[in-house]
């Protein structure tokens, strides 16, 4: 079975493939109610709801064929359909990836979301993956969740375990990831990546000294990941 086929697990019911364009809706109605409330980056801002930007980048992943989605198949009314519980959305990233996260952080400027992408931005430039890796490429992870009352069941490693054969069929050296929260830092470990930089949030501060996300614990970390594929 390849990377992008279907993956089911007669056990739970669960079936792991790759989300198709025409479900980018309801996979945004997913974010927004798995996703956003808990992630720190967004917790830490103070405009309390999640920037359209943001959410368009999000999706746009779905368009490169590279994001995953967890559903559970079920009968109702005699008719069988899928529940989302659980999204993993990723894309290609190149070696000028700083350059470009710099330059949309100067964009967004002192907003919420620009605050959010010159952290990144920072991350991205330290970690420097592609001469650490000696790769031109690598498959992103840029945002994950699952279902609040399927947490605890391994979803989120299965994905992640998906994404790794999908990478890997696709031809991708290397698999990246940015962990703003301390949950999912404890499950990219889990499963061997490698932490090649750390930024500590009450380190990160403005042009005036002051800490930028302020966020509550346990997260006090951003760390970033990678795996050879």
């Not at 079975?1 to 792991?16: L, V």
């Not at 999000?58 to 999204?87: D, K, Y």
């Not at 290397?174 to 380190?203: H, M, P, W």
């Amino acid at each position: 079975m390849t990377g992008s086929e279907a993956e089911i697990n007669q056990a739970d019911n669960i079936q792991i493939r790759v989300i198709k364009w025409s479900e980018r809706d309801e996979v945004l109605k997913f974010l927004r109610l798995h996703f956003y409330p808990d992630e720190p980056l967004s917790i830490g801002n103070v405009q309390g709801h999640p920037d359209p930007e943001d959410e368009k980048f999000n999706i746009s992943q779905i368009a490169h064929g590279t994001s995953l989605m967890a559903v559970q198949q079920q009968t109702v009314s005699g008719m069988l359909n899928e529940r989302i519980v659980g999204v993993l959305l990723s894309g290609p990233k190149f070696s000028n990836h700083a350059e470009h996260l710099c330059k949309e952080a100067a964009r967004f400027g002192s907003s919420n979301l620009g605050k959010q992408i010159g952290i990144l931005a920072q991350a991205e430039r330290d970690a420097n993956v592609y001469e650490r890796y000696n790769v031109e490429r690598a498959l992103h992870a840029h945002a994950m969740a699952i279902d609040k009352s399927f947490r605890g069941h391994a979803i989120g490693t299965r994905i992640i375990e998906k994404l790794k054969d999908l990478g890997r069929e696709l031809k991708y050296p290397l698999l990246t990831t940015d962990c703003t929260s301390f949950y999912s830092a404890q499950l990219v470990e889990r499963i061997g990546s490698e932490c090649v930089n750390i930024i500590k949030y009450t380190d990160y501060l403005d042009e005036k000294g002051r800490v930028v996300f302020k966020l509550p614990p346990p997260h006090e970390y951003l760390k970033t990941y990678a795996m050879r594929l």
